[in-house]
């Protein structure tokens, strides 16, 4: 099983978007909630003006009507909330990220390697999955091209190799991640996330910072297989992917239940990776 290597310490600020997110689609809901409880209570005003002995359960039958069906179109308006795409051409990564963020979308870079380099770093015209203006549901995720120099990909373990495993001390089996950057990586602008997954488990965050990304672009990362209680086995196949999001700008959620997908923008991965445990 895969488990996370290193500590996490990102920022807050797609988890706070997302927490405003949650505090105003409520606020919306309970809006429509309590307006339909009031158009119930009027209803139910109207007919007491109407008071005879004999009406009083109509009344009460038709107020019930009234509170539950208002309450249901109010709760449906409160759940389909939907929100105007921003326009992004042109914008540099990071504000392309945050415009969404503040719109309550979630953002989905593809970094692309471009022969000019006037837009480097900058969002890529026409890229947006939905353009702007278009209506998207809160909360919904809007992918788009950022231009950059150099292909961020993995350059050893590739799909069906074998790889040497080893054990440590505490029972964890590590082998080495090597791979190429881009301009975007190794000017910090980007974060690069190793995510690994072994055959009975979800994907877990490796090295969140890679070592490297120096001028040479290249990089290298520690993968984990197993742990003391579930040690890792001869010939066991492992998955990598690598996940890039703009700096500063993604969480990754940490639970030891891992994640069914890798958080962010696949960009490479290797499949059927076999193990090789070697023991000191």
């Known amino acids: 099983m895969c488990r996370p290597t290193l500590p996490f310490n990102p ?3 797609w988890h706070s978007g997302i927490l405003n997110s949650v505090a105003s689609f409520y606020g919306k809901l309970l809006s429509s909630f309590l307006a339909g409880a009031g158009a119930s209570l009027a209803a139910a005003a109207l007919g007491l003006l109407f008071d005879k002995p004999r009406a009083r359960k109509t009344v009460v039958l038709r107020m019930a009507a009234a509170a539950v069906s208002m309450i249901a179109i109010g709760a449906f308006i409160g759940f389909d909330v939907r929100v105007a795409v921003p326009n992004l051409d042109f914008l540099s990564l990071e504000d392309a990220a ?4 503040d719109s309550h979308l979630k953002p989905d870079m ?7 380099k006037e837009g480097f770093g900058r969002v890529v015209p026409n890229s947006q999955s939905l353009q702007g203006g278009q209506l998207i549901r809160w909360g919904g995720t809007v992918s788009f091209e950022v231009s950059d120099e150099g292909t961020i990909r993995l350059e050893h373990p590739h799909t069906n190799d074998t790889v040497d495993c080893r054990i440590t001390s505490s029972g964890y089996c590590t082998f ?3 791979g190429m950057g881009s301009k975007l990586l190794s000017s910090g602008r980007l974060d690069l996330v190793l995510w ?3 055959r009975e488990s979800n994907w877990y965050p490796q090295n969140p910072n890679p070592v490297g990304n120096d001028q040479n672009g290249t990089w290298s990362a520690e993968a ?3 742990d003391a209680q579930n040690p890792a086995s001869d ?3 492992v998955d990598l992917a690598l996940t890039v999001n703009a700096h ?20 490479d991965r290797a499949e059927r990776v076999t193990v090789r445990v070697v023991r000191n």
């Not at 500063?248 to 960009?267: C, D, E, N």
């Open 224 to 226: 984990q297989v197993g």
């Open 110 to 116: 593809i970094p692309t390697e471009q022969t000019s």
């Open 176 to 178: 080495t991640v090597d």
């Open 98 to 101: 945050n415009n969404l963020i």
């Open 11 to 13: 920022t807050t600020h």
């Open 196 to 198: 690994a997954k072994s």
């Open 248 to 267: 500063g700008i993604a969480v990754i959620p940490l639970h030891r239940a891992g994640s069914p997908q890798p958080q962010g923008k696949i960009v």
């Open 235 to 237: 010939g066991e196949p």
